[in-house]
Each structure stands twice: as C-alpha cells, then as structure tokens.
Nanobody, 114 residues
Framework: VQLQASGGGLVQAGGSLRLSCLAS????????MGWYRQAPGKQREKVAL???????DYADSMKGRFTIPRDNAKNTVDLQMNNLKPEDTAVYYC?????????WGQGTQVTVSS
C-alpha cells in the first residue's frame, strides 16, 4: 500500500485547510485509515481515524473542528480542519491499516499562524 498526502500549507488562526490522502497498491486489504500528526519536539499523536464502514474516532482536541471524510470508491481519506489554532501546527501523516501491517504517507506540513 502506498499513501500520497497533499494539501498542507500556511493558514491564519481560525482558518481552514483540507488534507487529502490517496491510497494505491493493495488497497483491497485496507481496513482503517486516518491521520496522525507530529509537532516539533513531540511524539506523533492520533488526529482522527475512520473504519471501512465509516465509524470515526477523533482525538478530544479535534472534536467539533475536524472531520475525516473517506471515499472508498476513490481510495481517499481527507481531513477537513476548521477553526485551526497555532497548536495545530505539525506535520500531518496519513495512515492506513490492513491485515499485513500499517502504512504511512510522506507527511505534509500544516502551519497555523497566530
């Protein structure tokens, strides 16, 4: 499985960004997909996950601000981020899980200015 993420950038606090992740390869094996992030000097943390059936799981600090739409027909999972805060600044990674393991995209930088 290969994951290609896109959509990061610089935005002011209160603004919005949408990240997109396209999966290719052995996509038939994918169950859960999601997004993680890693800020400088911090550990990678979960942002949001979505199962193949649409069940979602958000980190508490993202609830109400982020959504994770998934399109199984297009093999994509997006991350819609609204009301962004400076503390959301991080490298965001797309993730996919299958019976064979976990896969990561290359990361995309999101910077939120105050």
């Amino acid at each position: 499985v290969q994951l290609q993420a896109s959509g990061g950038g610089l935005v002011q606090a209160g603004g919005s960004l949408r990240l997109s992740c396209l999966a290719s390869g052995s996509i038939f094996s994918i169950s859960d997909m999601g997004w993680y992030r890693q800020a400088p000097g911090k550990q990678r943390e979960k942002v949001a996950l979505i199962g193949s059936g649409g069940l979602t799981d958000y980190a508490d600090s993202m609830k109400g601000r982020f959504t994770i739409p998934r399109d199984n027909a297009k093999n994509t999972v997006d991350l819609q981020m609204n009301n962004l805060k400076p503390e959301d600044t991080a490298v965001y990674y797309c993730n996919a899980r299958s019976l064979f393991g976990a896969y990561w995209g290359q990361g995309t930088q999101v910077t939120v200015s105050s």
